[in-house]
């Protein structure tokens, strides 16, 4: 998939920015390309998957609730992204 056409594939599934850890799944079993690793506020790291199109540069992951998801750590970040969505190489941003 072109990471061109995420927003879209989002937007079709009722999504435009945020991503449910099941849409996160799907989403990831057809991209894994993208998937990146963030500071978030109070010493967390969130993830989320990268795009080009202008309606989002970012989708974050959320949880149940559509609260951002967050981690304590980069490699509780990193071992989410690989036992969850089989993710294996997310890029790490300002760490």
Known sequence: MAEDEITQWLVKRGRKRDLSIELAKQLAAESRLGWYIAPY???RFTVGKITLQKLSTRHALTDDNSK???????EEAR??????LKVLMPYVFNV
Request: avoid cysteine.
């Open 79 to 84: 071992t989410f992204l690989r036992d969850e």
């Open 41 to 43: 506020e109070h010493n």
């Open 68 to 74: 951002v998801l967050t981690f304590a750590s980069v």
